[in-house]
Each structure stands twice: as structure tokens, then as C-alpha cells.
């Protein structure tokens, strides 16, 4: 149990579906990440809130359209997705974003898979 | 664009075997970190290491950075089943401290 949990574990979808990633860290941390896990890659980081505000938006299309209320909630909602967007989605979080040794503490992910 | 290379991609051992991993780069890094990742989990820090030549010790597990800062090396000594799981190295650099992944080595210790 890291302190970042995520919801659902396992999604499917279809194309033309319009779902949403939760995130939650109980952490207390101020930086949130989406990270994106294929297989034979390396991890993609997607995008960066640090204090709610978005710092990093990693080239992302604009199907994946994130949303951070407070420090404590990230979410991640996804529209007209393709099934190259299959993959397992992480969420992180730390203490502040852009410190040299900060540790970054993941959740279980979302296994997204897209029909 | 900072690349991490690691090697190798697969490696299967029976316990009690000792094994290294490796993590090379063409960039130096200011940070180099490393992962272990179980299955239907996410990634969990095993350690980071920010100075040339440094080595860190945890358990049965030695991590090296480079004295270049541009490579680091994971090696476990006598292999148990629980260290099975996805090895990740990730480096911090640059202005922005943002981490690049490696695709990881993927360890399986048979009992």
C-alpha cells in the first residue's frame, strides 16, 4: 500500500465510449503524474499538476483531457479513444515536483483496454 | 532527448543465484533511480542515487551509479522468488528533473 490508490484496476471500453481515471493519494503531496505503461516501452509521462496547476502536458492528444479539483485528486478522462491507447495508466504523486531526490509513489494503475 | 537502455530485457534464474542488471546511457544524469514493479502493482522505490562512483547497499541488493553519472548497475545476491518483478531505472537530469524510464529488465527467480 503506497498511499495512492486508483480506480477502477481494469476498464474496458469501446471507441466511441467516454470514461474517467480516478486517482486519490492520502500522501499529502503536491505534484500529481499520469503516467502511461506499454508493453516493450518505457514508461510515458503524460502530464504534471503541482498546487492544481498543470505544469506538463507531454505531447498528449487532446482524447485524454485531465483534471486535477485539488492536491489530492487527479483524474484522467478519456473520449474517442483508439485501441493503441490500450495500456496500463499510473498515477504518482510527491512530495513537490522538480526536487532533485523526491520520491515519486505510484499507484496500482488502471488496465485500460480499448475495443 | 535523455535514452536509458537496459539490459538485459529478460532474465530467468533459479534461487540462490546472484545476477546483475544493467542501466547505460549516453547522458549524464544528475539522479539515477531504481524500481521494482510486481504484477497488477505499480512501480516502488528501491533506491536512488545521485553522486559518480556511489554505492548503495539493501540487503541483498547493491546498486552502483556510474562514475560518469551516465550508467548504474543493480546486482542481487543469492536470488529468492520474492525478488521477482520488473527492475525499472529512471534518471533525473536537466532543468526540470522530470524522470526518463528505461523499459526495464524483467527478473524471474524459479524455486
Known amino acids: 500500500e503506497t498511499g495512492v490508490t486508483q480506480t477502477p484496476r481494469h476498464l474496458v471500453m469501446g471507441m466511441t465510449n467516454k470514461k474517467s481515471l480516478k486517482c486519490e493519494q492520502h500522501?499529502?503531496?503536491?505534484?500529481m503524474y499520469w503516467y502511461k505503461q506499454s508493453a516493450k516501452k518505457p514508461l510515458e509521462l503524460m502530464f504534471v499538476?503541482?498546487?492544481?496547476?498543470?505544469?506538463e502536458n507531454n505531447s498528449v492528444p487532446s482524447r485524454f483531457s485531465p483534471e486535477c479539483p485539488n492536491s489530492s485528486h487527479l483524474f484522467l478522462h478519456l473520449h474517442t479513444l483508439q485501441p493503441e491507447d490500450s495500456a496500463l495508466y499510473l498515477c504518482a504523486s510527491s512530495q513537490d515536483e522538480g526536487l532533485l531526490t523526491d520520491t515519486q509513489y505510484f499507484g496500482p494503475g488502471t488496465r485500460l483496454t480499448v475495443l | 532527448t535523455q535514452l536509458l537502455e537496459q539490459s538485459p530485457q529478460f532474465l530467468s534464474i533459479q534461487e540462490g543465484e546472484n545476477l546483475t542488471v544493467y542501466c547505460n546511457s549516453s547522458?549524464?544524469?544528475?539522479?539515477l533511480q531504481w524500481y521494482r514493479q510486481e504484477p497488477g502493482e505499480g512501480p516502488v522505490l528501491l533506491v536512488t542515487v545521485v553522486t559518480g562512483g556511489e554505492v548503495k547497499k539493501l540487503k541483498r541488493l547493491t546498486f552502483q551509479f556510474g562514475d560518469a553519472r551516465k550508467d548504474s548497475s543493480l546486482h542481487i545476491t543469492a536470488a529468492q522468488p520474492g525478488d521477482t518483478g520488473l527492475y525499472l531505472c529512471?534518471?533525473?537530469?536537466?532543468?526540470?528533473?522530470?524522470?526518463?524510464f528505461g523499459k526495464g529488465t524483467l527478473l524471474t527467480v524459479n524455486p
Open positions: 529512471a534518471g533525473s537530469g536537466g532543468s526540470n528533473y522530470k524522470l526518463t
Open positions: 499538476y503541482n498546487f492544481k496547476e498543470q505544469t
Open positions: 500522501l499529502g503531496h503536491n505534484a
Open positions: 547522458s549524464v544524469f544528475s539522479s
